[in-house]
C-alpha cells in the first residue's frame, strides 16, 4: 500500500478470501488514484477461473460416474444378425445441450462481473 500525502495519490490492493473454500484464490480489490476520488477494481478472474475448472470437473465426474453405474445391455449368445442399414449422413446441431448447459453457467458466473 502506497499512501503518498504530499501527491494527495492512494494505491492499496488487498486479498480476500473465501473461508468456506480456502483453496481458491483470493479475490482482488484495488484503490488507484487521488484520496477523495480512488479508482476502485475487482480483480475476479484468478477465482472465476478456480470455480470454472472445479464446476467443470464436478461436471465431468458425475457424467463419468453415471456411465460407470449405468446398467450395461444384456448379451445373448447367439444374437440375431441386424439388417445392413445405410448410417444417415447428419451434422451435429451447431448448439447442443451440453453446450448450452455449458454456455448457461458460464454466463452465470462471467455475467456483470466488475472490473
Do not use: C
Not at 488507484?32 to 476502485?40: K, S
Amino acid at each position: 500500500m502506497t499512501l503518498d500525502l504530499p501527491r494527495y495519490w492512494l494505491n492499496a490492493e488487498a486479498g480476500l478470501t473465501l473461508n468456506d473454500h480456502m483453496d481458491a484464490p483470493p479475490l482482488g480489490i484495488a484503490f488507484i488514484g487521488p484520496l477523495n476520488d480512488p479508482e476502485r477494481s475487482l480483480r475476479i478472474s484468478k477465482l472465476e477461473n478456480h470455480f470454472t475448472q472445479a464446476l467443470m470437473a464436478k461436471s465431468l465426474q458425475r457424467v463419468i460416474d453415471n456411465r460407470e453405474t449405468a446398467p450395461a445391455a444384456p448379451v445373448t449368445a447367439n444374437p440375431a444378425p441386424e439388417p445392413a442399414q445405410a448410417a444417415p449422413q447428419t451434422t451435429p446441431p451447431a448448439d447442443s445441450s451440453a453446450k448450452k448447459v455449458i454456455n448457461r453457467i458460464l454466463n452465470g458466473i462471467v455475467r456483470d462481473k466488475p472490473r
